[in-house]
């Protein structure tokens, strides 16, 4: 069956380091890997799309890798300040027919970056 | 305009009440979704529309009834609800990313 695996669930970290999130997916060819950040009791916000022939993808402090190979993503957050604590999911959609209207969320890392 | 605007933002109904969720959009999308959301879970589909068109019921019950008017708006009627449909319902519309709606919080009681 199709799963998507992020690791921990949850992250603590010091302010300033760099916090790294893990997205593992099985029995998907994804098109594309995307990664929100959802605040309590708020919708999810678009944070990155990686795509499958993209190695790595930037946005200010945020960093997104995605390896089609080993199956994974990673979501790096550099110089991470205590407002950057939220939940991070990622998502994936699959490529044709039905499911390519599909967006399935991994269940989400909640990081706490201490001041 | 990249919002989704949901309302109301929250609702308290019996279990025999009648009740609707709304959802507009104005970014030309022409994919939206109803997901609903548990306390410290992921956001899980319910329901696909594509132009205007239901695509895809992820099994739901049928006391939850969509309905796409047109490609800006998206209902959730509900009817004879239980405690345990309780959550918050979120609305996304999507071209490509999605973008999400700050949900409506229901409470059944």
């Known amino acids: 069956s199709q799963k998507i695996e992020q690791n921990s669930e949850a992250l603590n970290i010091q302010e300033g380091k760099t916090a790294t999130l893990t997205c593992n997916y099985t029995n998907y060819s994804p098109a594309y890997l995307q990664w929100y950040r959802q605040d309590p009791g708020r919708g999810p916000v678009f944070l990155l799309l990686?795509?499958?022939?993209?190695k790595e993808k930037r946005k200010e402090r945020l960093k997104v890798t995605f390896d089609t190979t080993l199956k994974q993503s990673l979501f790096h957050i550099t110089a991470s300040q205590p407002a950057d604590s939220a939940t991070y999911l990622c998502?994936?959609?699959?490529?044709?027919?039905?499911?390519?209207?599909?967006?399935?969320f991994g269940k989400g890392t909640l990081l706490t970056v201490n001041p | 305009d990249t919002e989704v605007t949901q309302t109301p933002k929250h609702l308290v109904m019996g279990m025999t009440n009648k009740k609707s969720l709304k959802c507009e959009q104005h970014m030309g999308h022409r994919a939206m979704y109803w997901y609903k959301q548990k306390a410290k879970k992921p956001p899980e589909l319910m329901f696909v529309?594509?132009?205007?068109?239901?695509?895809i019921n992820e099994s739901v019950p049928s006391r939850f009834s969509p309905e796409c008017p047109n490609s800006s708006l998206l209902n959730l009627h509900l009817h004879a609800l239980q405690p345990e449909d309780s959550a918050l319902y979120l609305c996304?519309?999507?071209?490509?990313?999605?973008?999400f709606g700050q949900g409506t919080r229901l409470t059944v009681v």
């Open positions: 996304a519309s999507q071209n490509t990313e999605a973008f």
């Open positions: 990686i795509r499958e022939n993209e």
């Open positions: 998502a994936l959609k699959g490529l044709g027919g039905g499911s390519n209207y599909k967006l399935t």
């Open positions: 529309y594509s132009y205007e068109k239901l695509s």
